[in-house]
């Protein structure tokens, strides 16, 4: 079955980095687009980035272009967010996504949280 394991998350200061990773199993990784989103309590799930199949091609919301980068290994079925000079209002549990025949499947997240 699909699986996704997202790993990564911490604190982090303001202005510091992190990245995050997505661990894929239970289709054809490199035919999928793949997706990042993150919620806070009490907000819906936000877009945040999205990567072709091939990883050239890349879509970002507007709150994080210019500061986050994703990418993905295909031969490791692994999706990457690289989030730099990261803010208080990026704090959130970001979850990796794939679409598999109609159907959307999520991780369990990974917590963000950046704070002083």
């Known amino acids: 079955q699909v699986r996704l394991v997202e790993s990564g998350g911490g604190l982090v200061q303001p202005g510091g980095s992190l990245r995050i990773s997505c661990a894929a199993s239970g289709f054809t990784f490199r035919e999928h687009v793949m997706r990042w989103f993150r919620q806070v309590p009490g907000k819906e799930r936000e877009f945040v980035a999205r990567i072709s199949r091939d990883g050239t091609a890349f879509i970002y919301a507007d709150s994080v272009k210019g500061r986050f980068f994703g990418s993905r290994d295909n031969n490791n079925a692994l999706s990457f967010l690289q989030m730099n000079n990261l803010q208080p209002e990026d704090t959130a549990v970001y979850y990796c996504?794939?679409?598999?025949?109609?159907?959307?499947?999520w991780g369990q997240g990974t917590q963000v949280t950046v704070s002083a």
């Open positions: 996504n794939a679409q598999v025949l109609g159907d959307d499947y």
